[in-house]
């Protein structure tokens, strides 16, 4: 299993991105101290070795506190220039960011191939979806703002009702989808009229370098603060002060935790957090095998399984185990592995360096109490890769059962009766979503009716996804705190807060000239088109 490295011209590497400037205080401040190297697994020569893409300010707690500081002023106690900015006004900078951000696509898809490994189709849609993203946070923004435009009446007592911004926001993305997901949390965190301390994850961090200037000319200074280094030296002390309002985070739960635990003050922390997730298929006896392989095929591998909503263990009937372990097994091997640009690449380089490591630990441990590799290339090893290992039988006492593996190996139970899968999933420390694969409405109908109290999503038939983005995105237990959407975010960085009074003469007359002279940005009925 190899790649060549014919290199279209358009995806080549010609010269390194040594970042050495962040954004704080409205400011591009320049750095002058360590650095941390930013390698991709994918060879740029024709004998392997890893490419230097550039380099990243190693930052530590002096840049946290700076920061800190600059969204501290930004906010002010609730009395900053954006926290109590008019919808409108918000809006138009929002747009003016999108706008400048599309310019950058060709720099940001070909940033996203070579830092994670993420086919080309794949890097266009994440941020093709990312800007769809954003103009639908902005519309949907709109008409949050149009809803409000107006007073209700309940006894003698009058409420103008909107939504209003927490304060400080820590803003951590993931490294498998380091614009969107990321994004996700961001813009709505921004438009609502929180201010914002943003660290770029692990991997997948140059991709943020082509924005800089956009965050900065777009928003007001302190707005939107961006720091580069490791979440340990420069999120930690900044939760140690206890003055981060919003903790949003899509990653692992421990990093979480972790963080969560460092605040002194958790009862006014509010957590918006997307963690990990073991998704997964339950194939019934009367499944369309061709529409479910396929269906299983992209769940299991796509991004090789480098994804929260994967799929990430597979219960088949006994009665088509057989049958689907052989077909699936093919096509598993049938995938086209190659770098990000080759066309039909279904499979990519992993982005970190270690994972082959750890999926071969998964493996061994399988083996060695009892599972079998089904497909002829399971894993075989590159330089950056490991083939996925279909692994049947599986037990709970193998590592691959119970960890989030997040890469490509893929687990396979069998079972008899439909209780197994659904105690299992009862038991588990996660639930965001299902795969259910069946055709007859009486097996179906009270799994669905189960199967939604124990995840937030059931796939009919379908695999797990986080998309459309205007669906709720959301998990139960160790999966995640709060509701992302481009209708739930913006819930999910407010809070509802209203001027009340009571109805009389006076505060009628003064509601009245309040409104006509237009002097306050939050009670207002204007209607924004």
């Given amino acids: ?51 230097v893409l550039g380099s990243t300010p190693d930052m530590g707690e002096p840049e946290a506190m700076d920061a800190l500081e600059a969204a501290l002023g930004a906010y002010d106690k609730g009395k900053g220039v954006w926290p109590t900015m008019k919808v409108k006004d918000r809006v138009e900078r929002m747009e003016n960011f999108v706008k400048k951000m599309e ?9 996203l191939m070579w830092e994670i490994g993420k086919s080309l189709p794949d890097s266009q849609k994440e941020f093709d979806r990312t800007v769809e993203y ?52 961001l813009i709505p965190a921004i438009i609502m009229g929180n201010t914002t301390i943003f660290k770029p994850a692990k991997h997948g961090v140059l991709l943020i370098t082509p924005l800089l200037e956009a965050f900065q000319s777009s928003f007001p200074k302190g707005v939107v603060n961006i720091l580069f280094g490791r979440g340990r030296a420069v999120a930690a002390p900044i939760m140690k002060t206890g003055k981060v309002d919003v903790l949003a985070l899509i990653g692992n739960s421990k990093s979480a935790n972790a963080l969560q635990d460092q605040h002194p003050k958790s009862n006014r922390l509010r957590l918006v957090l997307g963690l990990e997730a073991k998704n997964p298929a339950i194939i019934l006896p009367d499944a369309d095998l061709d529409l479910t392989i396929n269906e ?28 689907f372990l052989k077909r699936f097994s093919a096509k598993v091997d049938a995938l086209k592995f190659g770098n990000p640009w080759d066309d039909g690449a279904k499979l990519t380089p992993l982005p970190e360096p270690g994972k082959p490591a750890y ?20 894993g075989e090893h590159s330089d950056n890769y490991i083939w996925p290992a279909v692994l049947y039988p599986v037990s709970k006492d193998m590592r691959v059962y119970e960890e989030e593996q997040f890469g490509p190996i893929i687990p396979v139970l069998s079972f008899s009766d439909i209780s197994e899968p659904l105690d299992d999933m009862a038991e588990s420390n996660y639930g965001q979503q299902v795969s259910l694969f069946g055709k007859d409405v009486y097996s179906l109908s009270p ?24 669906y709720p995105f959301t998990g139960r237990k160790d999966s995640a705190q709060a509701t992302l959407s481009v209708h739930d975010a913006l819930r999910s960085f407010s ?29 207002s009925t204007d209607y924004i088109l």
């Avoid at 799994?447 to 986080?466: E, G, K, M």
């Avoid at 807060?497 to 009628?508: G, P, R």
């Fill in 134 to 185: 954003i103009y639908d946070t902005i519309e949907d923004y709109k008409e949050l703002d149009r809803s409000s435009a107006k007073f209700h009446k309940s006894g003698d007592v009058y409420a103008h009702i909107r939504r209003g911004p927490l304060g400080v926001v820590l803003c951590l993305g993931p490294y498998n989808y380091p614009l969107n997901e990321t994004f996700a949390l």
């Fill in 359 to 378: 999926i071969q630990e998964l493996l061994d441990d399988a083996l060695a109490k009892g599972a079998s590799v089904q497909n002829k290339k399971g």
């Fill in 447 to 470: 799994l669905i009716d189960t199967l939604a109290n124990l995840v937030c999503r059931v796939n009919l038939n379908s695999s797990c996804q986080r998309g459309p983005d205007v």
């Fill in 1 to 51: 299993m190899s790649v060549k490295n014919n290199i279209p011209e358009l995806y080549q590497i010609t010269e390194t991105i040594n970042q050495r400037q962040y954004l704080v205080n409205g400011e591009l401040k320049d750095w002058n101290g360590k650095t941390t190297e930013v390698i991709s697994t994918i060879s740029s020569t024709s004998d392997y070795k890893h490419t």
């Fill in 495 to 523: 809070i509802r807060t209203f001027v009340a009074f009571k109805d009389n003469e006076l505060n009628n007359e003064t509601i009245e000239q309040l409104l006509e002279a237009k002097v306050s940005n939050f009670l």
């Fill in 103 to 111: 310019t950058k696509r060709e720099e940001i898809v070909k940033l």
């Fill in 296 to 323: 299983v095929i992209a769940g299991t591998t796509s991004f090789n399984g480098q994804r929260c909503t994967a799929l990430k263990v597979v219960y088949v009937h006994d009665d088509i185990k057989d049958e």
